[in-house]
């Protein structure tokens, strides 16, 4: 079992394309696991508050989940929602920045 220390940041801010080349690089299936969906999935960006629309490459949301039994102990999270039954998938935002980190230095 791999320990993390959770409260450690993840560097800047990161965007749909991290997270599209992200899930590319680790195999994840466009696959729904709970519907017959296999195709694009809405992920959770940040939209401008004037026009209410997405920059081209948006940025992600960050949601913080709470640690069960620890004042204070939180993760970030990416989240995606499955546009035909509204499930609603996390993914560790720590994961993308090894990955953006890894990717970086292999050029």
């Known amino acids: 079992m791999t320990t ?3 409260m450690e940041e993840v560097p800047g801010s990161l ?10 690089h680790v195999g ?10 296999s195709g694009a999935w809405e992920f959770h960006v940040k939209l ?3 026009t209410g ?7 992600l949301i960050e949601f913080k989940v709470e ?7 939180w993760t970030k999270c990416a989240a995606i929602t499955c546009p035909q039954c509204g499930h ?10 090894e990955f953006l980190s890894k990717e970086a230095k292999h050029g």
Do not use: N
């Not at 994840?28 to 969906?37: G, I, Q």
């Open 67 to 73: 640690m069960p039994g620890a004042l204070e102990a």
């Open 88 to 97: 609603f998938a996390m993914i560790s935002m720590y994961k993308i920045a």
């Open 48 to 50: 401008d508050p004037e």
């Open 15 to 24: 965007r749909a394309s991290d997270l599209m080349r992200f899930l590319k």
């Open 53 to 59: 629309q997405a920059e081209e490459d948006a940025e």
């Open 4 to 6: 993390r220390h959770i």
């Open 28 to 37: 994840r299936t466009s696959k729904c696991p709970y519907c017959e969906h």
